[in-house]
């Protein structure tokens, strides 16, 4: 590729997620958008005319231009970032790693499979060398590698430093998800308008094992998922992008609120350290004032890459109580699976 | 009074809660509004013009043409409904019940004083016996009786039977509060249009220490606050009317979920054995659907005073989860202190 | 029937507006619903389980246990209420009354039918002679009855008075529109949160040519449109039920303030005059308040069958302008057939 | 000073339309912030405490350390941009410019005072002249300077071209505008959540006259407005930012809509010809969408200084209808008076 980057494809273009990653590589210093499917009845059209484009910065107009292609393996390039439906992905991402590609993907299909890493790169970088006991590794060169669920990654880079110091023994999380986290259409405004639903199918499971095999261990015989105790509540309201979480933890180890904050801001992981295109200057960033983060003026921080932490307490029941707050769709989707592919780059697995 | 109804005024008439009291008393059958009081800049004027009528009913023509009294209790009724700010409250509440009036009170100030009930009729009816000790009731004949705080209110309703029957150990739980809640004008369109506001003032504190002295006991030494660890986080959603909470439950002893939800539904109280005029058929409903409750949709069950919950799930942390919603205005405010009142009358407190 | 009430069913019985006919004929007292239709993959479901129910009053027991029948005449009630996509009436419609049922229909298919009678009681009830000339009628006695457009009968229920009194020449109307006029899902919340969408398609076109029908004259020749001038332009909004629209007229004879005001409030129509059960006391009502009609507050004036109407002031351009309001799930589509079922009982078509 | 910019000041800077000049001023290439003024309870404490902020990007760390000051003229800077209440702006305002000082206001006190130029740099850059008739300009060089009303200047600036081209004779505006129109805290939440409130106070005559007087020309006389005929009529909507507006125009001369189109799309001023740093690169941007504009996503066009219009259509009743959006508290406030400022500098005024 004359411009010397790696050429990337999209598989998902046209949701919401998929529109995020077009979003996000307009412009990227390693990878360049070469390739666009979404599905069956959309190929063949330019981008421009298929997706209906919600964000809020202009469609990039390289990418309104490109045509849509068939989501199969044949001609597209290496490295694919895939934001598909779960049972669409559950197919087509297999088919992709074992044709050689390196899928990138936001979907839940494949983040709990023994082989598959589930990947924060601040939090369990090391989980990547279960990519070399992929099959499909072995057979092509392919592999796959996730992210985790939105509500789960912001919940759990809160976590990780507190386990990393002090250990966790028991975390209750609630949830206040946007809109954006279920798509488009998603939520109709007859639904949430002045109102909340108090059910998100599957969430609530998906942030407890999710949360649990990042912050877990990898030897011989595979995931040790940690052993802290989670639960999750999810609920659904008007918001448009930015997951806002009330939690509650009881630490392994006493731990006052100073070393707690210390803990926050002291934080850093390899994406960091690697100064990754996409990583925010400090993944973690506790706000003073007593009655942020909210949703509407903290979701953006640092490009809405950094999770924002507030009005730490002592909790009657647990030890600490706090909230999260992380932008769904850019932390906890494209800008995940972005990070991941910065991550692998720098580690060779994009050669 | 020709109409052989007890007269009762309201002091704080033209706000939120005062205009909820105008509406319920509208053809109440034992009550009759001969008094309205508000601020000294109102005192004279009519109250169809003073107050901002915020309630989808129409404002009752009778009230409307009302003068608004001096908040003083010179002329003023014996019954008297107060929806104060905590600061005139702290004030004024002792001033009427010394002058002989008894005060069915919905504001704070008063709430966690040691010779005032803080009543449920459901849950506590027994703390009234409390009122023999007040001093002014000594002294005047007159009284103070309080009902909990909004988000309170339905969270203890459904934690009673519970109670009852298994124990509490622990109890954790984060609220999605209406804008109601927060009175008028109260929260700035600015600051909650797809927004998230995680702080209340002194919300979190109410709930916990209200939650433990409805659901404790009375001796000769005063209130015995219940021995369960509670733990609230508050937040302000775009929501109009409508307290939804997400709760987590420890109890004493093991229990099904076939127990906890018969729990629920054969769960009465004094309110309904003796048909309370506003008494909800059934204090506590369950709903089966597994997106319920839902603050638009359920907030005006059995005219807002019956407490919703829905969700019953195992909790991996405590032992159960669970959704609760309650009218905040209604059953958290203004139909609270009616039901108290029809409680103080059915007693022989009004007489 | 044992009630001594009319059979009737519903088709399109699951949307949004086919709910509110299911709400709005529980406890009807010259109506009986006994049957009920939807999209072939709900036929055989109970309407309970078939239908999400979305309003705020509780499903009616009775109709949740219904069986869905398939959508052919076959076993239909002679008078059916529809509430169909346009597409799928414009099939359905004609079929029923070719095999002899009264259909009386909510969906746009059929309203500018030269033979299709489309009627607002208060507003022009002599057009249901046209029902004569269609050949339905001639050959099996079935015939189609259709009511306005919900962004068109609450303007034309305020412009009849004005139109009677003192003659229109031009109106230009601009809608806000609230999102259950989109039914179900309809509007998705990622397109109106915080938003305006200033389209809705083919709506301003409806509304132009069926105010000319509406307030038009009928003769052997068919219907004879009125001849004012008419613009619209129409937005959708987060509202939840209630089309507010700003609208301007001119008039073709000059009238004061005063004389605008008492054509309102004198306006009565037949639906008025035989007292019929789902007619408003008074159809047109005028709230003096300097800023209202408000969706929130005004939609359910008497029942929802009310249009209100406010700021009456002179208009720069034209003549008079003012805002209306009216309930588009109501009055702007269930209740309005239901009214015109109540007329035609009236005159003997439903004997 | 030492940066070689000019130092400026702001009245009022703690309210919504104070806090974007501090956003817009941080990094501008001529002006540099040196002061800052409030309501007396503020003076003394510094910015970052005294304001609520509720803009999305952080507040300048530079501009929360200043110490706001006495609102008086004593050591203000030369320049001063005033955000201030109308009330208190007809006594601040004229003490300011009688005191030596440049006042560019983005208040209605003085808009239309005979000798105040109402100015949008594209429009009417001539009304500058009007200075020199100022008693202030004549005592001490002090002067005042305004620009338009939140919802008049998207409404002109749509409208300019088309009065340079085809004249204008007849315009309708209905608007729907947003919360953040009203300053902070403004509308209240309980007011405006899934309501429409279709009263602004004065908003109505204020679009009327300042578009005539903006339209309009100036002679030895004075200011002589424009002479078409012109009705607006004023809503309020739940949206954040970005007022938009239906409209409808008679013409002075017939347009094809490629005409108006072109008009549109070829319109520049001297704003744009002296390339001043908060010029729009094209002042009105015609989207060729059906349903654009929408004021969640085009609100922010070209920084929120680009007015963009949609929906060109034929009307019924006058020539053609649209939909114009802008930015209230950009283009229809603060950079509104900032582009005044760039326009009086650029004219030696600030000299």
Redesign the interface.
Same mark, same amino acid.
């Given at each position: 590729m004359p411009s010397g980057k790696i050429p990337v494809g999209i598989l998902g273009a046209t949701g919401?997620v998929g529109q995020r990653f077009v979003q996000m590589l307009e412009g990227h210093p390693w990878f360049e958008l070469t390739w666009l499917a979404a599905s069956e009845r959309s190929a063949g059209r330019c981008y421009g005319e298929a997706a209906r484009w919600?964000l %809020?910065t202009p469609l990039p107009l390289r990418a309104a231009a490109m045509q849509l292609s068939v989501a199969a393996p044949d001609g597209a390039p290496k490295v694919i970032f895939a934001a598909l439906d779960a049972a669409v992905a559950a197919d087509l991402e297999p088919q992709f790693a074992q044709a050689g590609h390196a899928v990138i993907s936001n979907s839940s299909a494949l983040r709990m499979h023994p082989q598959v890493p589930l990947v924060i790169p601040e939090v369990n970088p090391g989980h990547l060398k279960m990519l070399e006991c992929q099959k499909w590794r072995r057979a092509s060169g392919g592999f796959v590698v996730t992210n985790p669920n939105c509500s789960a990654i912001g919940l759990v880079l809160a976590l990780c430093p507190l386990h990393q110091r002090f250990g966790l023994r028991?975390? *209750?999380a /609630?949830t206040?998800q946007a809109?954006?986290g279920a798509g488009? #259409?998603?939520?109709? =405004? &007859?639904?949430? &308008? !002045?109102? *909340? *639903? #108090?059910?998100i199918a599957r969430e609530e499971e998906k942030m407890?094992e999710e949360a649990r095999k990042l912050l877990g261990g990898m030897d011989q015989g595979g995931f040790r998922p940690a052993e802290f105790?989670?639960?999750a509540?999810c609920?659904r309201? =008007? /918001?448009?992008d930015g997951h806002?979480e009330?939690v =509650?933890v009881k630490l392994g180890t006493a731990a006052t609120a100073e070393q707690v904050l210390a803990a926050w801001q002291e934080f850093r992981g390899i994406a960091q350290q690697r100064a990754l295109p996409s990583a925010p200057t400090q993944p973690v960033v506790y706000l003073e004032a007593?009655?942020? #983060?909210? #949703?509407?003026?903290d979701s953006?921080l640092d490009g809405g890459m950094a999770t924002s932490v507030?009005?730490l307490r002592p909790? !009657?029941? &647990?030890d600490w %109580?706090f909230?999260v707050l992380s932008h769904n769709t850019i932390r906890g989707a494209a800008g995940a699976a972005l990070l991941n592919a910065e991550l692998l780059k720098s580690e060779g697995y994009l050669d």
């Open positions: 919401i919600q %809020k028991q975390v *209750i /609630v206040m809109v954006s488009y #259409p998603g939520v109709p =405004a &007859l639904d949430i &308008l !002045g109102n *909340i *639903i #108090p059910y407890e105790a989670m639960s509540q609920n309201v =008007a /918001v448009e806002t009330s =509650a007593g009655d942020r #983060p909210q #949703p509407r003026f953006g507030g009005r909790c !009657g029941v &647990l %109580k909230t």
